[in-house]
C-alpha cells in the first residue's frame, strides 16, 4: 500500500468532516442567536399633539393628546421587543414648536419639528397617532391616512388597516390619501397618520380609555409594521 497515496486521501477527509461539523455548529449558533425581525430598523412614533395642544377632547376634560401619548408608548415598547429602534417626538404632555423657527405659528412649528426629528433620525418608516372626532356619536372606527405620492405608504396604511380590523369589526373605513395633513404632505420617510378611533363615540371612547385595548391597538400596528418589512 502507498501510504503517501493515503495519506492526502485521509487529510481531506478529515478536513471536510471537520469543514461539516463547523457548518453544523455555527448553524446551531446562528438559530439560537438570530436577530429579532426589526433588527437595525429605526422607525419613529409620533404621539400628536401635546402641551397647549390638546388635540380633541370631551367635557369632562379627557383629552387626545393624553390617549395618543398613552397608545404610542405601548407602541414603542412592541416595536422595540421585534428589535426595532423606536424614536418618540414626545414622551411626555409638551409640544415641540421651540425645535424650528421655520413659520410665525406656533402649531406649524409644531409640524414641523416632528418632521425633522423623522428626518434626522434617519427613519425608515413614521407612524403618527391621533383619535378622531365627529358631529355624529354614532361615528366610530379607525380611519388610516397615508401619503398621496408614496405607493410605499398607501401599502403600509393598507396592512395597518387591516390589522385593525382584527382588533374590532367596525374599523372597517378604508385607507385615505391624507392630502390635507402637513406631516403627510411633508415627511421625507414613509409615513402613515393613525385616528385610531373616535372620542365623540361613547362605546369607543370607554374603549380607548381601557389598557387592553390600548395594548390591542399597538399590536395590531406593531404587526402591520412586521408584515410591511417582511411581506
Known amino acids: 500500500m502507498d501510504l503517501l497515496a493515503v495519506r492526502p486521501r485521509w487529510i481531506m477527509s478529515t478536513a471536510l468532516t471537520l469543514v461539516l461539523l463547523g457548518m453544523v455548529l455555527m448553524t446551531a449558533w446562528a438559530a439560537r442567536v438570530s436577530l429579532p425581525p426589526l433588527f437595525g430598523r429605526v422607525i419613529v412614533v409620533d404621539p400628536g399633539h401635546g402641551g397647549i395642544d390638546s ?23 412592541q416595536l ?12 411626555g404632555d409638551y409640544e415641540l414648536s421651540y425645535m424650528s423657527n421655520r413659520s410665525p405659528s406656533r402649531h406649524q412649528r409644531d409640524l414641523h419639528s416632528r418632521v425633522l426629528i423623522a428626518q434626522r433620525s434617519q427613519a425608515e418608516l413614521m407612524l403618527s397617532i391621533h383619535i378622531n372626532a ?10 388610516v391616512f397615508y401619503q398621496a405620492d408614496s405607493e410605499a405608504s398607501k401599502r403600509l396604511a393598507r396592512l395597518i388597516q387591516e390589522e385593525l380590523r382584527k382588533v374590532a369589526p367596525w374599523h372597517t373605513q378604508s385607507p385615505l390619501a391624507g392630502r390635507v395633513y402637513y406631516i403627510l ?13 373616535y372620542l365623540t363615540n361613547p362605546e369607543e371612547k370607554d374603549l380607548l380609555c381601557q389598557a387592553e385595548y390600548q395594548e390591542q391597538i399597538a399590536s395590531a400596528i406593531s404587526t402591520a409594521v412586521l408584515r410591511y418589512f417582511h411581506e
Not at 422595540?80 to 414622551?91: P, Y
Not at 355624529?136 to 379607525?142: C, F, I, L, M, V
Request: hydrophobic residues 40%.
Open 55 to 77: 388635540g380633541t377632547h370631551d367635557r369632562r376634560g379627557l383629552m387626545e393628546k393624553d390617549l395618543n401619548l398613552a397608545i404610542a408608548l405601548r407602541l414603542r415598547k
Open 185 to 197: 404632505r411633508t415627511s421625507p420617510v414613509v409615513t402613515a397618520l393613525i385616528e385610531v378611533g
Open 134 to 143: 365627529s358631529g355624529s356619536p354614532h361615528t366610530r372606527g379607525s380611519i
Open 80 to 91: 422595540q421587543k421585534l428589535g426595532a429602534f423606536v424614536v418618540l417626538t414626545r414622551d
